[in-house]
């Protein structure tokens, strides 16, 4: 897993690439914990090329947003397709996240 983040106005976006199970899904946890530390209170995951997320990786996303709730912020997904978004579905878990289709929509939400 791969990820690639971009300071903006009112977010940070993290491009997400590869695949996120058990092995990694903390690099994205505390990737976003270095960004929430330093007051940012809304990050964007793009998740254009995430090949494969496990049950640990939606762990991570859930942990991510509780946290980011408790100080007024979110965690916003955009790009989410393929196996990704059919676990999220399967899961039920794609209405607990704002979810846009690109970056630039989920900008523009903010």
């Not at 971009?6 to 960004?35: I, P, S, Y």
Request: glycine fraction near 8%; proline fraction near 3%; charged fraction near 20%.
């Amino acid at each position: 897993m791969n990820i690639e983040p971009t300071k903006l106005d009112k977010a940070v976006l993290l491009k997400v690439t590869g695949r996120m199970d058990a092995e990694n899904a903390h690099e994205f946890e505390q990737a976003c914990e270095q960004w929430i530390s330093q007051g940012t209170r809304h990050l964007i995951a793009e998740l254009e090329g995430l090949e494969y997320v496990s049950s640990m990786g939606l762990r991570s996303f859930l942990s991510v947003a509780k946290k980011l709730q408790s100080s007024s912020g979110s965690l916003i997904l955009c790009g989410l397709h393929g196996l990704p978004r059919q676990v999220f579905e399967m899961t039920r878990l794609i209405g607990v996240f704002p979810v846009y289709e690109s970056a630039q929509q989920a900008i523009a939400g903010l």
